[in-house]
């Protein structure tokens, strides 16, 4: 009955079910300006996560009453796709998406000079194609190059993974089955060169060693995925433009 | 009523500043300390009609959690257990920043908040409330008002839920072949953890706990971690436009531990 008991999420050497070692991510790959209606747009996979991030704005404010006299407004959608799960997924926005929308908007907001654009909204879309785990984070690591790809000034860009507890050890970088069957996931968004810490959240049960121990890890992931996202942006704007 | 003017974006730096040059003296506007929680008040049974029910009061603000239980069919994927539904309103009552109708995207966090912080902590026994394997579990339904808000609901709301279910009352039941049979002596929700959620809100460069209205609304950040008696830490939310620092993050843990285990200290005084 209870699957977490019956697999080996990981080995006694430190092996995790996909050959990954407790402290690698999963392969990724991270590619800015995929679409050509928008004012800036990310795709990345990681792993078997597959998302696809747009960035309309700075554009008026509709319904113009929400517009704010001293700063653009963010707003951001996360939002599933019916055909990104085992089982289909309804298209309204769910609990989860509408919680998640809220803590993506406020992982990012601290990096964007929102008061250059007054009275304006920026919209961020981030719609996920394919989910295994990990997917409000690899949309805020896409989210934030499409936002750099639109032009607007940043403090930094934000880069996000989770940590987790898989196995009774602390791994970077859960999968599906992970998630599903290990004992805790701990979201984590930073802006790196910055330190700061924008988005932090946990399911699961940590001790305090544990949660200490996966700040620390989570630094090392973190670091890896902001020299992709930014070799991502030098593609796009030296001209080397690749195909969807 | 003169509207609410202290969460107007425009006056937020202000009141910011004004709070941030107390706290440079080492007090908080109520004459707290940073790490003085509001007194706690905890009332339970006060409904009949539910299994369980209770109020908490941090200072002003106000939550009542009602439990109710009804027989119904598992989850397929876990067929010998009973299931858990959390929810959290946010009652016009509570502010004039609240209004009726589908919940925001406040109180759907909130809410989800309170819900993983009992959820993941696996605080219910879930297999003890399986009556007939695969067709009829124990359905338990925590249902949370936001009465009157002075600050951190989502402590309130914690601690009510908690309480509540604590205190709850099921009937017990006789199983005839296919047939369940309620009777009329009644036994407790079995419980397996006590998982007290504690707010810490940054302000500026101060940590302060249990954050009153008007320091939440010149908070940069809130955060909710959610702490077990063995020290183990079942769920967190930052929650706010601001950031934090890495050591943050242990010195809000150490907070939540201690002001968690002062808060079930009150919570064994129910029995």
Redesign the interface.
Known sequence: MCLSESIVLITQDGVRLDGRRIDELRPVKMQVGVLKNCSGSAYIEQGKTKILVAVQGPREAHPKHIALPGRAILRTRYHMAPFSTDERKSPAPSRREVELSKVIREALEPALFLEEYPKTVIDVFIEVLQADAGTRSAGITAASIALAEAGIPMRDLVTAVAVGKVGGKVVLDLNEAEDEHGEADMPIAMMPSLNKITLLQLNGRLTRQELEEGVNLVKKGIKELYSLQKQALRARFSGAQVEV | MLADLSTV??FVPIQQKELLALLSTGVREDGRKFDEYRKVEIQTSIYEKANGSAMVKIGNTVAVAGVKAELGEPFPDTP?EGVLTVSLELLPHASPSFEPGPPD??A??M??IVD?GLR???SIKTSELCVLPGKKVWVIYVDIYAMDHDGNIVDASGIAALAALLTAKIPEVKVEGEDVVLLESTRGIPMAERPVPVTVAKIGDYLVVDPSLSEENVADVR?T?TT?ES????????????????P???KI?DLA?EKGKEIRSLLAKLG
């Not at chain 2, 020290?231 to 890495?246: A, P, R, W």
């Open positions: 974006e425009e010998n995207e406040n759907v966090e809410s989800r993983r993941e902590s696996k955060v971690m077990l020290g183990i830490v079942s769920s967190i939310q930052k929650s706010g436009s601001g950031t934090l620092e890495e943050d993050v242990l843990y531990y």
